[in-house]
């Protein structure tokens, strides 16, 4: 009597147990949206920030930051390739040292120096570097899968009209907005802030993760985005930039954003407006094609 090879066995279990991996990362993700509240928090926003960049391909410029820095939206920029992962609320050494530990780096990481007086958060420096990242690759090929579903039923906004936006915006006169309260509370907070300690021990490990991606390969840029006179005056600020400078003084290190300071806006002396931010993305895009 023949002999029946196992080969066809195997490979209708191995399919059926795709399927059923799928099916059921497709069900979480229908029913993840149905339930899901419809505020974001700051961390529920940088979860889904940083598994984006983990999951997708690694992009040619990377952007770590924390709130100054979200506003410089991806679409802001005319390269395609470009990831934002400031994290509001949080340090730009976190999102650095995720990026620098991962197994493939961008050609280029622009770090932001405006907030150095927060700690690394090592939470989400593990979570999407230690061994639960490790542990998630098992389901990378379900979560691509999903990912596809999704494009497919969420098309992107059409680039055409996205592009005319964005030259309407730029062509309209800087915002008449008040903002004179909301500065003069953001210049107490940061008047009474000592970022030194602090500063410091984050500007030392830019610096050692800044070591480690050259090695590697890659290039990092510091870059300080603009803040309104009125908050580059207070005392924190002063600080922070005299900090950074000594920490590097090699200009080579820097990435000088050349934005007209009399077309920018602020919502409160710190966080850029969105007619503001468009032009201070193409300044930066124009820097980069200049290095």
């Known amino acids: 009597m023949p002999r029946t090879s196992p080969l066809p066995w195997l490979v209708r279990c191995a399919a059926t147990a795709a399927a059923l991996l799928l099916a059921c990362g497709l069900a979480?993700?229908?029913i993840g949206a149905a339930l899901q509240q419809p505020a974001v928090t700051t961390r529920d926003g940088s979860l889904i920030t940083l598994n984006r960049y983990v999951r997708e391909p690694v992009p040619d410029v990377v952007l770590v930051g924390s709130s100054v820095t979200w506003r410089l939206k991806e679409e802001y920029f005319s390269r395609p390739?470009?990831?934002n992962l400031a994290l509001a609320g949080g340090s730009p050494v976190t999102?650095?040292?995720?990026?620098?530990k991962q197994p493939r780096l961008p050609k280029i990481i622009l770090i932001e120096t405006n907030v150095l007086s927060r700690a690394v958060d090592g939470a989400l420096v593990e979570?999407?570097?230690?061994?639960e990242r490790a542990g998630a690759l098992f389901l990378r090929p379900v979560r691509t899968a999903i990912a596809a579903f999704e494009t497919l039923n969420h098309a992107p906004p059409d680039a055409a009209k996205a592009r005319a936006e964005r030259?309407?915006?730029l062509s309209q006169s800087p915002s008449g907005f008040d903002n004179h309260v909301y500065v003069e509370r953001a210049v107490g907070e940061m008047n009474a802030e000592e970022p030194s300690a602090r500063a410091k021990?984050?500007?030392t490990l830019i610096k050692q993760l800044i070591g480690e991606i050259e090695r590697r390969g890659g290039r990092a840029f510091l870059i300080a985005v603009p803040f309104s006179p009125e908050i580059e005056a207070t005392s924190s600020v002063r600080a922070t930039r005299t900090i950074v400078q000594d920490a590097f003084p090699d200009q080579?290190?820097?990435?000088?954003?050349?934005?007209p300071l009399s077309e920018l806006r602020w919502a409160d002396g710190v966080h850029l407006d969105e007619r503001s931010a468009l032009i201070v993305a193409r300044a930066t895009e124009k820097a980069l094609a200049e290095r």
Not at 95 to 100: Q, W, Y
Not at 127 to 131: H, P, V, Y
Not at 252 to 259: H, K, Q, S, V
């Open 81 to 83: 390739r470009v990831r």
């Open 201 to 203: 021990d984050n500007a």
């Open 127 to 131: 979570r999407f570097t230690g061994a």
């Open 28 to 30: 979480t993700a229908w």
């Open 252 to 259: 080579g290190a820097w990435l000088a954003i050349d934005a």
């Open 167 to 169: 030259q309407d915006l």
């Open 95 to 100: 999102g650095l040292e995720i990026v620098a």
